[in-house]
């Protein structure tokens, strides 16, 4: 690890150190900040957010970016309640057609990108603009929809909490699957004749990630517990994960972000990596639309306005993936979102208004770059070396 850092892959280190810094500064400034009632919610303000910006590092990977996440989030949410409430459609269908349509927004985006050249900023600030008019006429004279409160999925964004038992399951279940899937990789690695790492070790950092994950998982039981909605949103970055990394998929991800040409003249077919990536980001952006609008049992004009782009793609950044492409994962988005719903709460808990807080995360976000940056030259310092 230590080599890795001189190296300068820097890893999610700068993040946690963040974390704890800004964790500790509010902490001291007002006590409630880290009580188990304010994590809980904490939480569950991140699944939204946190599924968008999901979308924004896969894109951020192919070293492109995504303007219009905002705007599909608000859109998906409008059809939402559209389809629910005004045409009385099921529920479930209604969150099936929201979501596709984020998909065929992607499909649209990366068509424009692929057959046209077209460069990423300038087609996702025109959907920026343009599925923002669309969602407005979608939601017409009304302007408001609000979600019944007895709807399965408004239960689901803001009762929906595992009970105690269940969350420690679970704790030891992912501990479990974690050093399984350690140990699967260490055979692989040995059979190869690679360097592999001992049982010891991977028994260690299975101790160490159970000795994390168990008394946070009890702390948060003091309150309410884990929210079933915070769940969703992991499960999804351990999937996007999954696809990342043991994917060919994944694997052509990260070939075209790290060089387009060599990605190609390696077999590669770079327009349908494109293509996929720009679905999957509006299809997350739907998704987080659509946990959005039933967090708040409610979708309006200001659904998926305000400060939602710049923070999805804040929490990318900040969470460690890279402007450059080629380097990043899934759980950047996790790291991010905490720190930017870190720092959204603490301020509000100290009754400072929003400029303040924009202020601050633009610091936060100046400062990850910076990192980003100056890790990215030392690696490059190394390599010639």
Not at 44 to 73: F, N
Not at 104 to 111: H, Y
Not at 156 to 181: C, I
């Given at each position: 690890?230590w ?11 700068p993040v ?16 409630v900040?880290?009580?188990?009632r304010?994590l ?27 303007l ?17 409430v ?24 990366g068509l424009l990108?692929?057959?046209f050249?077209l460069?990423?900023f ?19 004279d ?7 409160f007895d709807s ?8 929906a ?7 420690y399951?679970?704790v ?5 699957a ?26 260690l ?5 159970l000795?994390v994950l168990?008394?946070?998982a ?7 517990g884990v ?12 999937l ?6 043991r ?14 040409e060599a990605?190609r003249r390696a077999?590669?077919?770079v ?17 987080g639309?659509?946990l959005?609008a039933?967090r708040?049992a ?9 400060d939602?782009?710049l923070n ?10 890279s ?22 709460s603490g301020?509000?808990?100290l ?17 990850a770059?910076t ?15």
């Amino acid at each position: 690890m230590w080599g890795r850092v001189r190296g300068g892959d820097l890893g999610a280190l700068p993040v946690i150190v963040g974390l704890a810094l800004i964790w500790t500064v509010f902490q001291i400034l007002n006590p409630v900040f880290l009580s188990s009632r304010n994590l809980v919610d904490l939480t569950m303000q991140c699944a939204a957010i946190g599924t968008i910006a999901l979308g924004i590092v896969v894109v951020l990977l192919l070293g492109e970016i995504d303007l219009s996440v905002g705007s599909v989030s608000g859109l998906a949410a409008a059809i939402l309640a559209v389809a629910f409430v005004q045409l009385r459609w099921p529920l479930l269908v209604a969150v099936l057609i929201a979501v596709a349509a984020g998909c065929v927004v992607g499909i649209l985006c990366g068509l424009l990108y692929t057959r046209f050249g077209l460069p990423s900023f300038v087609i996702t600030l025109a959907g920026l603009l343009g599925f923002l008019g669309l969602q407005l006429w979608v939601l017409g004279d009304a302007g408001s929809i609000n979600l019944p409160f007895d709807s399965w999925i408004v239960q689901f964004a803001q009762h929906a909490f595992l009970p105690d038992w269940a969350s420690y399951a679970l704790v030891v279940a992912a501990t479990a699957a974690f050093a399984w899937t350690l140990a699967g990789r260490s055979r692989r690695r040995a059979a190869a004749n690679l360097d592999s790492q001992s049982y010891r070790a991977i028994a260690l950092r299975g101790a160490l990630l159970l000795a994390v994950l168990l008394p946070a998982a009890w702390y948060l039981n003091q309150s309410r517990g884990v929210g079933v909605m915070f769940l969703l949103f992991l499960a999804l970055v351990v999937l996007l994960h999954l696809a990342l990394t043991r994917t060919r998929w994944g694997r052509a991800v990260y070939a075209v972000g790290g060089s387009v040409e060599a990605a190609r003249r390696a077999g590669i077919r770079v327009e349908r990596i494109y293509l996929s990536v720009f679905a999957l980001c509006s299809s997350l952006a739907a998704v987080g639309g659509v946990l959005a609008a039933a967090r708040l049992a409610a979708a309006n004009q200001s659904s998926g306005a305000g400060d939602t782009n710049l923070n999805a793609i804040a929490a990318a950044v900040i969470g460690g993936a890279s402007l450059f492409g080629g380097r990043g994962t899934a759980f950047a988005a996790l790291l991010g979102v905490i720190v930017i719903q870190s720092i959204s709460s603490g301020l509000t808990l100290l009754n400072l208004n929003s400029s303040v807080q924009f202020m601050v995360t633009g610091v936060v976000l100046v400062l990850a770059v910076t990192v980003d940056s100056l890790s990215r030259r030392t690696r490059v310092a190394a390599g010639r070396a």
